[in-house]
């Protein structure tokens, strides 16, 4: 599941990048370059292989740090797009619906998409122990630039926001310039997230750690593998709540807590016993408790809310991308047009 939770969160991922190409070319133009999403995508996708062909994230410190860059910079210059566009009327946002209860969760649940890396960082790391810090940290950091821009976003222009917030925006020199960096920084993203499926894969069939022409071949057929099934979504926003429905949340909601009662409801500790001698994995470590009444019953809940919301999410998902199929058809589906 971590697998395919991998290579179906890069599929939005490299449909937003290459929508952003297209509007950005046309602007630029004043509509005379008007490439195809479609052959934007395929670019996209021949582009990335080379940086994809690294090896961990240890090996893409370089680019970690450049997305880190542009993930401040992009902000920043969104709230000044957002404030320098001139609303016309303001529509309040209406009551919400559970379709977009539903997306909104999958969306939500989209963002906590780096389960699969956590491990593979954790291993690059001098000290390890600090995972649980460097992740908070990073939550905090992204959800005050989600909240501060979801916030402008409800003050300035209310039920107006569509999918994608760059296209409600001004046409300005800083916002061609933010919808490159946002280009750049999901494609950095991208080659350093799907790391951990590529390293499961080459560790599956065999493939040495240094680099070689099976790995190139190896990755670049899974990018291209991405691409295709891009080619045949309408909607970056309906696959991407449908990935978080279906994918991310278990991962998130479901399986964690059943895999913490399972740990928690073995032995306290293996204990060796030898001539009054206690061996232990930790020998500081403290016996751990059984699992409470009170906090099985929160692990309950969580586990039956995650379930009935990932069935709800995924079932409103599939019923969207097929509505919305026949108004916005794929580049597939336009191919036999």
Not at 20 to 35: A, R, T, W, Y
Not at 86 to 108: D, F, K
Request: include cysteine; charged fraction near 15%; proline fraction near 5%.
């Amino acid at each position: 599941m971590l697998d395919v939770a991998v290579f179906g969160a890069c599929i939005p991922n490299l449909l937003i990048a290459s929508y952003n190409l297209h509007i950005l070319g046309i602007k630029l133009s004043k509509d005379s370059f008007d490439v195809s999403l479609c052959i934007w995508l395929i670019v996209i996708g021949i582009i990335l292989c080379p940086p994809l062909w690294l090896g961990s994230p240890k090996d893409m410190k370089w680019i970690a740090s450049s997305s880190v860059f542009f993930v401040g910079s992009v902000s920043v210059l969104t709230w000044i797009s957002m404030y320098d566009t001139q609303r016309e009327i303001y529509e309040p946002i209406p009551e919400p619906s559970w379709n977009s209860v539903a997306l909104a969760y999958g969306l939500l649940a989209f963002q906590f998409d780096v389960h699969p890396l956590v491990l593979t960082i954790q291993m690059d790391m001098v000290n390890k122990r600090k995972l649980p810090l460097a992740i908070i940290c990073a939550f905090l950091i992204t959800c005050s630039l989600f909240l501060i821009t979801t916030t402008i976003g409800y003050v300035r222009f209310g039920s107006l926001l569509s999918s994608n917030l760059l296209d409600q925006l001004s046409n300005s020199y800083i916002l061609n310039v933010n919808i490159t960096l946002v280009t750049v920084q999901i494609c950095l993203s991208t080659a350093v997230s799907t790391t951990a499926l590529f390293q499961h894969i080459e560790h599956f069939l065999k493939i040495p750690k240094e680099f070689n022409r099976r790995r190139c071949v190896l990755r670049s057929c899974i990018v291209m593998s991405a691409v295709t099934l891009g080619e045949a979504v309408p909607r970056f926003d309906l696959l991407m709540g449908l990935v978080g429905a279906l994918l991310t949340g278990p991962l998130m909601f479901l399986l964690p807590p059943l895999f913490y009662i399972k740990i928690r409801s073995l032995r306290r500790l293996k204990i060796k016993k030898s001539e009054g001698v206690c061996y232990r994995t930790f020998p500081n470590a403290k016996p751990t408790p059984i699992v409470g009444f009170k906090r099985l019953i929160l692990l309950v809940f969580i586990i039956f809310a995650g379930t009935l919301a990932t069935i709800l999410s995924t079932v409103s998902g599939i019923r969207d991308t097929i509505i919305y199929a026949k108004f916005t058809p794929s580049c597939i589906m336009k191919l036999f047009e």
